[in-house]
């Protein structure tokens, strides 16, 4: 037997040295020494069984992300008349007298979320962006209107009032984690398994 | 594999009074890949399944590719945001209605060159869409489609001011400030069909599309659309119009027709505002 060669145990033909018999197609003993193979962060894994290890840890993400977007529509439906109440009688934001218009404003939103965590759960990837869109939309409406009301001596809601509080970061930050792991979902399952 | 297999090579007899050792076989025709262990060709060079991955993996840098289309169309929504978010800080700031006649043209400026910016640099995104010019036909329906997506608006703004909600008009602020209706036309209708088509259906629904699949990046193109406009009585009727256009861009995979739809929808609000035959908003 020379070097770079190997003997099929299965049907006894000599071939070159690689993962399966060149005449039968079956898979061989390695000729090379093992070890368990560190693969970096962004490396996709080649075998079945990698991208199924790969794919349920990223399907996690995904699903995380999902239920960020359920836990935004009840917190718009639980706290959003208190927010509405509140924006609607602090001075400086010009939105005197209509509690009824943020009221359906804030159902609208919780509806539109709602929404989203259905789409996600078949499509979280999509769902994700479009809720990470929405969101931070309405992070940087209450920013504006908060540093509004600043000016004028309304309350400070946030970090320093500037209207962006831990929650609103905490939501933002596993959204696009979601839509970072549904990137890597997407493209493993492209990935044909080797192995 | 049979005994009979004329490709197998046969050992030669053990001698008489020794043990049969197993004789390694000769080498054979490659029939199986040594790295996949797909089946291949003998002729070829390399494993076609191999070359096929291999060639995917060599064009496709997937971490730049798909998370620099998501995040270009991301950062051209929120720039084009950036722009409604002034507009709203300058009205709440001096306590106004509305932003002045001279302060929408400056928005509607802005937005523009942002949207060249973007198209400059998505060129592939945009040019695709530009090059290819439907069959009349489809310029055509794509007018009568915008009737319908007009009398939705209708209906939707009729039962809000039924409800008590406040009429918002486009042209009236124009007309009172000395402008014709050239410039109502100009900055309602044409503006934002030219560049709003340009930004959604063009950079942002084809960066979308190519990431998540052409039907879901035009449903999250048009529910980034309708959110941007940031009104939420005119919500229902916008993401109407959005699903329309977004089926308009991939059905003929041109802008034009998009144009026109967004145009005429435009001008029909233009229109029923002027001459009173829908309810005004």
């Known amino acids: 037997m020379g070097n770079g060669t190997i003997t099929c145990p299965h049907c006894g033909a000599v071939s070159a040295a690689g993962a399966f018999c060149e005449s039968c197609g079956k898979a061989v003993p390695s000729t090379f020494a093992t070890s368990p193979r560190i693969v970096s962060g962004d490396a996709l894994p080649y075998s079945a069984a990698g991208q199924k290890l790969v794919g349920d840890e990223l399907r996690k993400h995904t699903n995380r992300a999902a239920y960020t977007l359920l836990a935004v529509g009840i917190l718009q439906v639980t706290c959003g008349p208190i927010v509405a109440v509140t924006l609607a009688n602090a001075p400086g934001v010009g939105l005197e007298g209509m509690v009824g218009v943020l009221l359906v404003a804030q159902f609208v939103v919780a509806a539109v979320f709602f929404g989203l965590y259905f789409w996600a759960r078949t499509a979280p990837l999509p769902a994700s962006i479009v809720g990470l869109a929405i969101y931070v939309t309405l992070v940087l409406i209450n920013m504006a209107t908060s540093l509004s009301s600043l000016s004028e001596g309304g309350p400070r809601r946030g970090f320093g009032g500037c209207g962006i509080g831990l929650l609103d970061i905490i939501i933002i930050v596993l959204l696009a984690q979601g839509i970072q792991a549904g990137l890597k979902h997407k493209r493993l399952m492209e990935t044909p398994p080797s192995m | ?281």
Request: aromatic share 8%; hydrophobic share 50%.
């Open chain 2, 1 to 281: 594999m049979s005994e009979s297999d004329p490709e197998r090579a046969t050992a030669p007899p053990p001698e008489s009074g020794t043990d049969p050792a197993p004789s390694p076989r000769l080498v054979v025709p490659v029939r199986f890949c040594r790295d996949c262990g797909g089946a291949r060709d003998p002729s070829l060079a390399e494993c076609p399944h191999c070359l096929q991955r291999r060639l995917a993996a060599a064009q496709r840098d997937w971490r730049s590719t798909d998370a620099s289309s998501i995040t270009s169309a991301l950062a051209l929504y929120f720039c084009l945001l950036g722009v409604s978010i002034v507009s709203i800080l300058w009205v709440v700031g001096n306590r106004a209605d509305r932003l002045p006649v001279e302060g929408e043209m400056a928005a509607s400026v802005v937005f523009s060159i942002i949207v060249l910016i973007w198209c400059l640099i998505r060129q592939g995104d945009v040019l695709a869409g530009l090059v290819r010019v439907p069959h009349p036909l489809w310029l055509a329906a794509a007018a009568a489609v915008a009737v319908p997506t007009f009398l939705a608006a209708t209906v939707v703004v009729t039962v809000l001011q039924a409800a008590g909600l406040k009429n918002l008009v486009y042209s009236t602020p124009f007309l009172e400030a000395g402008y014709g209706y050239g410039w109502v036309v100009l900055t309602i209708c044409v503006q934002p069909a030219i560049f709003e088509e340009l930004a959604f259906r063009g950079v942002i629904q084809s960066s979308l599309g190519a990431v998540l699949g052409r039907f879901e990046g035009a449903v999250a193109t048009a529910l980034l659309f309708a959110i941007l406009h940031l009104s939420m009585p005119s919500l229902p009727h916008l993401l109407l119009l959005g699903a329309v256009l977004g089926w308009l861009r991939i059905r003929t995979d041109s802008l034009y027709p998009c144009m026109v739809t967004h145009f005429t929808h435009n001008f029909l609000v233009v229109l029923a505002e002027r001459h009173g035959g829908f309810p005004s908003w």
